[in-house]
């Protein structure tokens, strides 16, 4: 497995983990989860433009 699988999968998973679901994150709304949204989409025009 390729490492830009590898942290394209990590970023999925910090993107989900990322959504406000716990009482004491609820009030940070979408910020945390919006950034990591965009990072991921980066990488993945990145990876698919054959940058990484």
């Known amino acids: 497995m390729p490492i ?3 942290v ?3 970023l999925v998973l ?6 406000p679901a716990w009482p004491h994150s609820r ?3 979408y910020g945390p989860s919006g950034i990591l949204g965009v990072v991921l ?4 025009i990145l ?3 054959g940058r990484i």
């Open 41 to 44: 989409v980066v990488v993945l």
């Open 47 to 49: 990876v698919l433009m």
């Open 8 to 10: 394209i999968i990590i």
């Open 27 to 29: 009030s940070w709304g």
């Open 14 to 19: 910090v993107l989900i983990g990322a959504v």
């Open 4 to 6: 830009t699988t590898i």
